[in-house]
């Protein structure tokens, strides 16, 4: 520690609106917080025994008490550590205490000198004296400041680097005692002691933590009581860092914690180490859900945000390495609290739609430093939930243009990655996918799917299309429209669909990969049924989807093909039979089959029965799966009479003499074998018109 080292302060400019309101709310919420004095602290702590005799007035001759502080003197002259001078110290000091001697002040510090010799501070603690001072501190009562001022310095040099004699302290909770002796004129060598004590020694941080240091520390910083005392201001900034992470402290501490840091944050000239000290604990403690209702409760969230912008305006050391990082590292860790902060259940019915706070996010959305955009995706992201509001932040606040409008810039990938959260979120209202292909959605995601430095990122772009293009005919008609091409490309004829398959192809992601089987899975979902009915738009689309894409279905095969999410692979299934039930779509299909070599796992899913230990849900799946399969030998039969592996895969599955022992129902053998008699006579009648002579 250096006391007179010249620190960094906060570069501080004048309040703007949001930061004036959130100081406002600071006296608001006082009024309703357990913020005790540092008296109402301390009276609660329940100090280490006392058990020193009894003190009678003085009987004894001032002569005698002379002699008896020159034999102590005399014994630490000829000491050598050893434990006999230490004891005879020990007879002596009882002796001072019970007459009440004015010499034991001129005793106790002797001792106190001599503390600083670290040979003698074991036999301090051994032979009793370190007990015999830490039972004067304890005693309520006793006021002389001449001898608890030693008796406080032999405790901290006693136990500077020194376990055994920590130990002593932390037994019978002296540590309270310690702290009880925070008067004005004892502040200056309490706070040193309490640091010499508990330094490198987890077991009393622990005590003092669940004795409330970090309060009383803070009280006294924020009551002036330390206001131009670097040196103890430095102690007690450590001491607030060391043990803010305690859990014990932190379940003991006053609900008005977090008011202290908020205001000791917010005062101006905070040196740049001390602002990141006090933030990270405010954030230490608004990781747990006891503060983090205080603080919405309590209408805080509003200075949180102050801290987090405070932090982008801090005056640090360019060439300081360590300076830079700190700030980095901060500003993610109030971001992470922030958005746990909004994530909880009360949060949106102290912030509703409409508050202050909301429209602060939505400035920020705005802004060029990446920390206020990531905090406000994350913030709105987390309001996002809920029909409603995600129709008004469209509808209303036409939040979808500004995130768009991030996602078309040069933002840092965490940025993007944050936007696209919040746009995820915005598109599971149904109404709001209109909005958000209107407002070009597609084209700007299409640009992140080449972001390989940032697979998160080119994995959400990706994601965000199967969620916009869900039941939504236009924005369909959007992903499946040419896509510009740059001055180099030879691509003329590439859609947006296109981009995504060619990731697809190239990608070593399976997320990614089964993201893009299932958007082309989405869009036969949609159009194929409206084809059906005849909807001129949905077949021209279903037409375009499969003439302009050259392996479509290769995305949704390797649905089928990969093993981790049983779910997606019947996903799969299902969408392949869609897409058999057309003409153009029977070809991918058998191509996709072909390719990724998919007709063992589909005689595989047909014939293997589901185990006697699987749960109903897994066997009706596994009977979905059969069914659709069915489905798709079905339209594959109806649409191509030359598709003669199904045939034979028709033949095998049927070739098993007892239903047991075969996972196909009653009802699926016999659509199979109506299949195979209905195609076998298509066939002949075909070689029949094929062999009729021409007219």
Sequence with gaps: MIADSKLDVVQTTGPDAEDQFAKETSSQAEKNMDCPSLGQILSKLSPGPSILPVQTISSVPADEQAALLRRLEDALAEATG?????????????????????????AADALANGSRNSSWRLPYGRAGILNFFLQIIALRE????????????????????????????????????????????LVHVVIPVIYNICIDYEPAQSQLAANKLVYILLRLIKDGVLEDNEALLDFSYELIELLAEQEQGIRESPGGTILLLLDLLSEEGVALSRFVCLANCLMTYLDKERFQNICVGQRMVERVLSVLKQSLYIKADPSSSGD???LAQLQLKINQTLSEVSASP?????????????????DWL???????????????GNLARSDAVCEAMVRKMNIQTMLISILRSDARGAVLHSALGILKNLAIAGDNRQCLGD?????????????????????????????????????????????????????????YLSSLL???????STPIKTEVGRIVASICRTIVPKSREADS???????????????????????????????????????????????????????????????????????TPASDSADEADKFKSAKDRDNIVVLIQELLKNDVSSNAFLRICKRLLMSKSLQANALSASQRATLEMLMHSHVSQHLQGTRLNSDPAP
């Design 142 to 185: 006793f006021d002389d400041n001449d001898v608890l001022l030693h008796a406080l310095r032999l405790v901290g040099n006693s136990c500077a680097d020194t376990d055994e004699n920590r130990a002593l302290v932390v037994k019978d909770n002296y540590t309270a005692a310690i702290l009880n002796r925070l008067s004005p004129d």
């Design 537 to 607: 738009e949905a077949s021209t689309l279903l037409e375009r989807l499969f003439t302009m894409h050259e392996g479509v279905a290769l995305p949704v095969g390797a649905m089928i093909a990969q093993s981790q999410w049983p779910v997606v692979r019947s996903e799969g299934w299902f969408a392949l039979a869609l897409m058999a039930s057309s003409k153009h779509g029977t070809a991918a299909v058998l191509h996709c089959l072909q390719k990724l070599d998919l007709y063992p796992l589909l005689e595989e899913t047909m014939s």
């Design 324 to 326: 830079t990082q700190a």
């Design 439 to 495: 407002a070009g959605i597609i084209p700007a995601v299409s640009r992140l799917w080449e972001y390989e430095t940032v697979p998160q990122v080119q994995f959400a772009a990706t994601s965000i299309v199967r969620q916009v293009i869900i039941s939504s005919i236009a924005n369909i008609s959007r992903l499946l429209e040419l896509a510009p091409t740059g001055e180099n490309s030879s691509s003329s004829q590439q859609t």
């Design 346 to 362: 009360k949060f949106p019915e102290v912030y509703p739609f409409e508050s202050p706070l909301v429209q602060t996010l939505k």
């Design 82 to 106: 050893g434990a006999e001078s230490s004891e005879e110290v020990q007879t002596i000091l009882i002796e001072l205490w019970k007459c009440r001697s004015s010499y034991l002040a001129l």
């Design 366 to 380: 705005s802004s060029t430093e990446d920390q206020l955009q990531i905090c406000s995706c994350v913030m709105l």
């Design 502 to 508: 060619s990731l697809c192809e190239k990608t070593d």
